[in-house]
């Protein structure tokens, strides 16, 4: 899978996830930043802590770390995905 191809279904997810319920096209810069780090991080604690800080900074409230960790498995997954040859 190419990085277009990743990076499309990290924004799927990173859309469908809506932990302060804005609705779909709410979070466009905090997608960014997401995107930007699953590809600089492959430590799924490491990553859910990033993606708490990202979306704490821009509304000023935490999202729980579980929440933020299960988000982070989904994407580094995805990620996984794209790296593997058959």
């Known amino acids: 899978m190419q990085t277009q191809q990743i990076n499309l279904r ?3 997810v990173l859309n ?3 932990p302060f319920h804005c609705g779909e096209g709410g979070y ?3 997608i960014a930043d997401v995107v930007q780090a699953v590809h600089d991080e ?3 604690n490491k990553l859910a ?3 708490q800080s990202i979306y704490e900074f ?3 409230q935490i999202i729980q770390l579980d929440d933020c960790r299960k988000i982070a498995v989904a994407l580094l997954e995805i990620k996984g995905q ?3 040859s058959v």
């Open 28 to 30: 466009d810069t905090e």
């Open 49 to 51: 802590r990033k993606i």
């Open 82 to 84: 794209g790296s593997c």
């Open 10 to 12: 990290l924004v799927d």
């Open 42 to 44: 492959d430590d799924a």
């Open 58 to 60: 821009s509304f000023e």
């Open 16 to 18: 469908s996830w809506d």
